[in-house]
Nanobody, 123 residues
Framework: QVQLAESGGGSVQAGDSLTVSCVVS????????IGWFRQAPGKEREFVVA???????YTGDSVKGRFTASRDNSKNTVSLQMNSLKPEDTAVYYC?????????????????WGQGTQVTVSL
C-alpha cells in the first residue's frame, strides 16, 4: 500500500519562508517521480513542482524562482522549500507520486496522493 505523509505546514506572514516535507512508502521511491500540487479554497488543484527520479525538477510558473524541491532517496523524502511567500500561496499542499521516473504537470497522472498540509500566508 502506497502512503504519502506530508508535514511542516503552518501559518506564516508574507515574505517568510516555510518548508514542507513528504515521506513516501510502499513504492520504489528511487525510481518514482514525486510532485506537489496545491488547492486554494474555491479553486482547482494547481501544479507546483515535480521531482524526477534523478532529482531534476520543473516548477509551475506561479512559484518559479521562489519554490524549490529536492529529494533524499536514502530517507524516501521529498521537501518543498517555499521562499518569499505571498497571501496567494495560501492553500492545502498535496504530495503526489507516480510509478514513473519522470514527473508530469497533470493531476490525472498521479495515482497516489497524501492527505495534504495547510499553508496559510497572511499580510
Amino acid at each position: 500500500q502506497v502512503q504519502l505523509a506530508e508535514s511542516g505546514g503552518g501559518s506564516v506572514q508574507a515574505g517568510d519562508s516555510l518548508t514542507v516535507s513528504c515521506v513516501v512508502s510502499g513504492l520504489s521511491f528511487s525510481s518514482s517521480a514525486i510532485g506537489w500540487f496545491r488547492q486554494a479554497p474555491g479553486k482547482e488543484r494547481e501544479f507546483v513542482v515535480a521531482v524526477n527520479w534523478s532529482g531534476t525538477t520543473y516548477t509551475g510558473d506561479s512559484v518559479k524562482g521562489r519554490f524549490t524541491a529536492s529529494r533524499d532517496n536514502s530517507k524516501n523524502t521529498v521537501s518543498l522549500q517555499m521562499n518569499s511567500l505571498k497571501p496567494e500561496d495560501t492553500a492545502v499542499y498535496y504530495c503526489v507520486a507516480r510509478d514513473h521516473p519522470y514527473g508530469s504537470k497533470s493531476v490525472a497522472d498521479y495515482p497516489y496522493w497524501g492527505q495534504g498540509t495547510q499553508v496559510t500566508v497572511s499580510l
